[in-house]
């Protein structure tokens, strides 16, 4: 089984729409979940992180936890065409310095 | 957030050749950094864990006499392409946490588009 699984294939998503990401995760130790935004042939870009069960908003960004399940998924409100990217589900292991990363989900918003 | 600065941003060179890539935490310690590789669009692959003062702990299948990793500083990495070869052309990515144990955050360098000709 994979750390970190984002199994879902390229969103397509109307400019304005709710454009909703998900993931899961392996590791019940895991503490600490992260997302990141990577544009085409740029290195990845922290956009949000939590560590507690529930949701966590920051602008039209929405990050939602439920650690009983092993599930964290990502929101994006009011969909912009700059949004379009690939972004990607990072979690930290139990007793390990380093992140798993899934291998991330493409979206694209048209205008 | 905090920023990690990677240099060169791109490097072409002969295939033989050496390159060096550097990585540094401008506003943090880093005691582990991490280097990725990534072909196009393709997923982040972890090569290996950089420590601070100590020998870096390579990924299952990557060469550390071709990958040298030397982590002399709390604030600087560097990842030597011995004798590279056009295979080695990749998007090689560093990465640092702000601090140790689980609430790190982990930022990005910028990159550096290596191709091998």
């Known amino acids: 089984q994979k750390e970190v699984e984002q199994n879902s294939g390229p969103l397509s998503v109307p400019e304005g729409a709710i454009a909703s990401l998900n993931c899961t995760y392996s590791?019940?130790?895991?503490?600490?979940f992260f997302w990141y935004r990577q544009y085409s042939g740029k290195s990845p870009e922290l956009i949000m992180f939590i560590y507690s069960n529930g949701d966590k908003e920051d602008g039209r960004f929405t990050a939602q936890l439920n650690k009983a399940s092993q599930y964290v998924s990502l929101l994006i409100r009011d969909s912009q065409p700059s949004d379009s990217a690939t972004y990607l589900c990072a979690v930290t292991l139990y007793g390990n310095n380093r992140l798993a990363f899934g291998k991330g989900n493409q979206v694209v918003v048209i205008p | 957030g905090a920023v990690v600065s990677q240099h060169p941003s791109r490097v072409i060179c002969k295939s033989g050749t050496s390159v060096k890539i550097e990585c540094r935490s401008l506003d943090f310690q880093a005691t582990t950094m991490f280097w990725y590789r990534q072909f196009p669009k393709q997923s982040l692959m972890l090569m290996a864990t950089s420590n601070e003062g100590s020998k870096a702990t390579y990924e299952q299948g990557v060469e550390k006499d071709k990958f040298l990793i030397n982590h002399a500083s709390l604030t600087l990495s560097t990842l030597t392409v011995t004798s590279a070869h056009p295979e080695d052309s990749s998007f090689y990515i560093c990465?640092?946490?702000?601090?140790?144990?689980?609430?790190?955050?982990?930022?990005f360098g910028q990159g550096t588009r290596l191709t091998v000709v």
């Open positions: 990465s640092a946490r702000e601090s140790t144990g689980d609430r790190g955050l982990a930022f």
């Open positions: 590791d019940r130790g895991s503490q600490s």
